[in-house]
């Protein structure tokens, strides 16, 4: 049974040294983490729903690294969660992203360039995903409209 891609925002405190992404119509948006959630259309507690997305963690040497995180979590964990395709084939839709790579020693990425380049990367296969919308502009939008309403 398919799934519906989910696109996930969630609030996040701000840090000195956080690398913030440059927004050109949206500035607030540094103050969200962002994942790729997949989970069922209609969430129960058996079936939550996985999300993907790059992490922020420090090193032992003090320095900070992002790092591919895949886990379970309860749908209704997200501030806000926004759906942007469904998905015809699971298994590729995870390897894709799955693939995603994280950069590190790129002072302007973070989790919000992660979550582009994945919809992208999804975006141009052409087996994972059916009906979707994936432009980046518009679920960025869509999301950060949607946020001061929770």
Known sequence: MPA??????????TRKNYRPYNFSKTADSNRY?????????????QRLGVRYHAKERLTVKGKSEFIFEESEVSPQMPLVRIAVAKILDQDRAVEIL???????NAPEW??????????????????ALGTRILDWESVRDA?????PRK
Do not use: F
């Open 98 to 104: 799955r693939s995603t790579a994280t950069r590190q």
């Open 33 to 45: 983490h962002w994942a790729v959630h997949i989970g069922p259309k209609s969430p129960t507690k």
């Open 4 to 13: 519906e891609a989910r696109l996930e925002c969630q609030a996040r405190k």
């Open 143 to 147: 999301a950060m409209e949607y946020c």
């Open 110 to 127: 973070n989790c919000v360039s992660w979550v582009q380049e994945a919809l992208g990367a999804l975006n141009v296969d052409s087996r």
